[in-house]
């Protein structure tokens, strides 16, 4: 890769924010005051370029995944994904698990122009979810079009028949495309960087072609046009901002303002302010004239726009008010404000008063004040604003009456009231709901009872009395009533008290308040809360109440979604808005139809501001509804559709925040520097809103992967594609060193701050702000209403413009250059911020020295140091003001003199250390607060070719390994490698522990850790720090294992290519990363070896298919001291992992033959399938196969179900593998002599003679047929130190009355449950705890499934015999394998059955007084009789049957025993292996317990109750088969399939979450972990790839 593509690779593949693809350019960005549109939308031609046959096929495609939770909603991290601009179409794949509820017919709905056309909110454009959940299940999105959209999924309820459901909402939105021209750099990449920065007059210079900017690119200038003067005036600022590097201009409100002056309070929205008109009268208002200013500033000058749109309010002598009042609150539209008018009348009128009644007029102290409290106290309640809120009971008493005398009153129908206490009658008046505008305020004396209901109650209430009494015992009631009315006056009137006081000490009298002077007409002693509109003939028309109109304000934590001039709210009539006085509140309610005026009018604002400007600044965002803000938005991007929002938003909450950013679409938040109070405050606001990614970051490089996009239009072949995950967004900021309406930095800090703080916001990955006032260094905010002086343009640049210049063009440059990740270190009074850029490997740092109020002097800093990093001084300066000498003018505003000192060039040093070679800076004596130091850093020895390096090539250095060697490279647990290697084991890492494997997968769990979050603070990043060591590791155990597995020296002089590289040019706090990188990189490389080797079922799958799949090669091995050949090492099947890794224990007969057909055969590893088979089938005495192999050395014969295990994986292989039926034919050499006599593995008569696999399958079924009665060979303690004599005695028979076998005794276990007991001491050594001696039922399956299976091959010519041989009633003769085949299935059910109706009983072979549940197969029969119970006991077993012999079965009946087995023997992992109701069942399981306890001690509970894994394949198998025959698939088969897909996602959860990526054997109660389990099993992984196989099929088909 070449240092142009590498630097390509990072600026369009790091994050969602700066992603840059390869595909035709989206030709839809023009500037917004460009009218001409193409005829389609950019989604439109995407879609047609997308469905071409050949468009960009051989283009990559950047993927977006965002992987959804179960129900179809994002996880709370993702509920707001932010996405890059479309300079180029790119996906968004939307993933959800197969199985989840949302997979039932499930239909993505998103308001994203899916199918082209323009956007409509709430138009849901739809799109199927994929139907085979064998699969994975994701919806491919084309996103060509900036804005913010909504989703979610529709899917079908469970139970039939109800409605569907409706997902959770998630949001996404797309980042507008900005155009802008280009500019000359200050830093020409791969130039030398340029001296005398300062002084620099050329670059920066604007080009006549365009530059598409990210977000983060944008720096922003706040201006005011007032200061500005008239429009022809305008270019001269022009040129400063341009010259100054910024790049977008903020405009406060440009409309005409009304009588306050402020730019906020306007007047006219759909009219220009004519003080900044030429041509103030223009027909249009003066749009044509804006727009050609904004048109020269943006064309000539590379400014963009962005302007305030103003929501919530306009000015109080707007002139449209008049004509529509109902576009405000007022009493007449929002009755409840009726009594906060009322109570502002009487504060206006006291107001006059104040010199009548000899009051002080002007507040200069406390007491002054407090003459003026009584008075306030007097005006409130002179207004009797009680009235409001209270029953006027004297009125009610005698309307009552009235009622009584005339008869009319209401018959009561509520509960009883005789008999009832005045204060119990008092609250069924309140909660029978007959108050009329209770609480309502709307009316003095509105709270009422209509006086025949309340004459009503009081006849039911005083039954008999006269109608005085009654009328009299009503008012009582309305007394009582009113005492929690008067109270709620009383306070809310405190509160209005309190409220005002407090107001005026601030206005008149606290020192850092305005100080407002004098009280009187015009300054009286409230702030107008409600605007009088002027009575005339335009308003005479109107209601009188709809002439008072609420002012806008804000209050102290106000909730931002509720409004605060709606009813409840109290905030006016309490006095608690801040408010202002010249802005009349909006009042838009719910939609359009409740204001239609107001609606279009806004509309009509915002469409206007959207065909000029380029972006919209949402003032006061926090107090305006989403849904109105939804609508401007809406209506701006209609017009504009690459409109850019940023919003000043203030709701308290990162919650709320985030619910406006993804609902109304808001691209950036405005953050602002000056709000850290200290250097250690601001070094975390700099980190949280702009370091962006850390140094060494490892994510995106590490997550992303490659792979083929699908055609999207069913055009087209696929397209190579780069997926990366999403891990949710946080919201975009724009970070202001200060905003143009908050305290100067002389204020908050110090003016010399102005120099560090503004140095120090240009280092961050964020959108900037500024403003001109701080730029120059104005001392004191100025005010936007009352000033009218204007801004100093063309004296040269004063302040920290010079600075600015350099520094702001530098932002740009890195934002746009790929200078993505950041650090930030904050030392005393020292903030120093380190950019870089994460291929090149180059940088820049700044040092500033913060100026905080009481900081001088240098202050003490160590040296700062970077590893392998060479750091070269480009500039310097300190500030220097002079306040002494600055002077206010009456025309013009002026900054604080100062001076801008260069600061030469500091010491710059190198040193060594344990690290390698180092440059520290020494920050000069001479440093004073408010200094800065620029710097270029370059990590020279760090090729920019490295991350290339480290992420390539990996693919074919692994493509040649076997199944074998990827094991390897990915696994080995310690017992494996130590075997391997004659005594190395897993890697520690110190403060984290061992790693579960020595290959990658081992790695992968730390690596994922760090990875995923850029965790830097990891144990393994701070192990990798410190040294080289795991890199060694890493690479070192594959090398030493070439000499046995040659190919695997690829890999390992790939690993060591790398690490040499990294180790010799890596800074030790880049180890982490580039360590990550290779790990990853070969991960990903080796899993794909896999996955290519496997079958098409494993490639097609899904990740959990996937998952387990590799499961086939952690379990498959080469362990040379558990070969499956006694001569020569050869690869084995593990049992399960860590416990059975090497030696006798790895490999046992039972698990590898229940583990083959998932672990190989689904995966298209044929061949260790045969040589397992072969293996085994060496070894084969007595009938059996051993349950222990021990490479064939020492093989053990007591397991009974074994053989057939054998025989149903031959038959399985001779069904899928290509040219099966061979295997029949292949021979092998018996370990054993014909007579089953024990010879050593190196003997003579051992492996003398050969048997095709065709005559094991014979010997196996022919022995049983005889019968099978031996002593294992050399029975004893040598043998198993726990078994009692009698348990080496084997007997196994046939019954020919049923055609069952049978086998075992009391002190042997001869199947899978196979627990002996070995406690002495609670008195269970030597007995087993589930001897199952009878007929196992998964034994008669087996059986079943073999004779059937023999019986078809005879019927075919592909099988020499036609049966067996056998003793039946005395006689010997042929049994065929049909005649015995069809005695099992004659009497399966009769002696397995357990009938769910008791009636039915006769029909069964049955004890009833051994039945504990009903409808259930039974595990064994014919255990003898002292033990009969055992028969009846609800097992798991009987589900295998159903899956090889499933003809044995009765569909109805089996689904209804499956369906029982769901509801009482199914944990979320695996099956219970005993009922909870069996008085047996014991759940968790712990060898290490060594109590009296016989049922649990030493573990002997093993298969009591906890829960085993591998029979929930079993049972899926079983379910999958006859739900379809008998259940709810019967109808409709995907109901199967998501039942079975949505058990399997905890087995995917489980995986995925496990360090040991695999399957446990069992767990304890409900799924809890189990320490004595093998944390990784053979044939738990295996049966669920049968599962997983099986519904691949049934999808296919």
Known sequence: MTIPSALHKVTSALDPTSKKIQLPENKDVQSPSKSQRTPKTPQDEAIAYFSSADGGAKETIQVWELWLEDDGGPAASKSYIRLPPPFKPYILRLSVNPGTPVTRNGVLKSDFPMDGGVFQRGAWKERKLPSDVSKPIQVDLLIANPGAFCYFIEYDELTPGLPRVVGRKGYFNVDPIISLPARTPFFPPGETPPTGLLKDESSGAVLPKRAQLSLDGLIILSVLAKWMGKTNQWEKHFNEASRRGYNMLHWAPLQQRGASGSPYSIFEQLKYDKAILQKPDAADGGVKEIEEAITLAREKYGLGAVTDVVLNHTAFDSEWLLEHPEAGYSPANTPHLAPAVDLEDAIMALSKKLPSLGLPTTLNSPPDLNALVPHIKSAIDAARLYEYYVFDVQASVKSVAAALEAGKETPWKGPTLAGKSLEQLSEVVKAEGIIVNYRAYSERFGTTVKPEVAAGFAKAAWPGEDTTSLASKWGKVLDILNVDLYTECNEDLSSAQDQIIGRLRYTRIDEHGPRLGEINEKSPLVEPYFTRLAKNATTEKHDPRALSLANNGWMWGADPLKNFAEYPSKAYIRREVIVWGDCVKLRYGKGPEDNPWLWQHMIDYAESLASIFDGFRLDNCHSTPLHVGEAIIDAGRRVNPNLYVMAELFTGSEEMDLKFVRELGINSLVREAYNGHDPKDFARLLYRYGVGKPIGSMDNDCLSSSGELPSLFGKGGSRPCTVTPLSGSTPHAVFYDVTHDNETPRDKRTAEDALSTGALVTFTRAALGSNKSFDDLYPKLLDLVTDNRAYNVGNGEGGIGKVKRVLNHLHTEMMEGGFTEGHVHEEGEYIMVHRVHPVTHKGYMLVAHTAFKGFSGRGWVKPIKLSRTKISYLMGATLKTRYDEFKEDPEMFHGIPSTLEEISEPVIRTGHDHDGVYTEVVVPEKFEPGSIMLFTTDMDELSPEIDAICSSGADEAFADLDLVDLNVILHRADGEERDATGGDGVYNIPNFGSLVFCGLEGWMQPVRQMVQSNDLGHPLAAHLREGCWAMDYVHDRVQKQVVDLPRLSKPAKWLNDRFVLIRSTCPSFMRPKYFSLVIYTAYKAARKAVVEQCSDFVASGHSLTHNLALCSVQMYGLVKSASISPSKPVASLAAGLPHFAAGWARCWGRDVFISLRG???????????????????????????????????????????????????????????????????????????????????????????????????????????????????????????????????????????????????????????????????????GLPATPRDGSPIEITGLLKSTLTWLDGLRKKGLWKLDGVQATVRGEKRLVTYKEWADLIQKNFERLYYVPADPSLDKDFAVNPAMINRRGIYKDVYGTPKDREWSDYQFRCNFTLPMIVAPELFTPERAIDALRLADAVLRGPLGMKTLDPSDSQYRPDYDNSNDSTDQSVAKGWNYHQGPEWVFPTGWFLLAYLKFDRLAGDGKKDPQRTLHFISNILLKHAQHIENDPWRGLPELTNSNGSYCHDSCNTQAWSASTILDVLEEAHRIGRE
Request: charged share 25%; proline share 4%; hydrophobic share 35%.
């Open 1159 to 1325: 672990l190989f055969l689904t995966t298209g590893n044929f061949a260790a399938a045969r040589e397992h088979v072969l293996a085994f089938g060496t070894t084969l005495k007595h009938g059996l196969i051993p349950n222990l192999l021990d490479s064939t050395r020492n093989p053990r014969y007591n397991c009974r179900d074994g053989p057939w295990w054998f025989i149903q994986n031959i038959q399985d292989y001779t069904k899928m593998c290509p040219n099966g039926l061979a295997i029949l034919d292949d021979k092998v050499k018996r370990r054993f002599p014909a007579d089953d006599t024990w010879v050593a593995w190196d003997h003579p008569r051992a492996f003398e003679w050969e048997s095709t696999v065709a005559e094991l399958v014979q010997e196996i079924v022919q022995r049983h047929a005889e019968g099978i009665e031996f002593r294992e060979y050399n029975a004893g303690p040598n043998l198993d130190m726990d078994m009692r004599d009698e348990g080496f005695n084997q007997k196994i028979w046939v019954d020919w009355e049923t055609g069952l076998i049978y086998g075992g005794n009391r002190y042997n276990c001869g199947t899978w449950m196979d627990k002996m007991g070995s406690s002495d001491r609670a008195g269970n050594k």
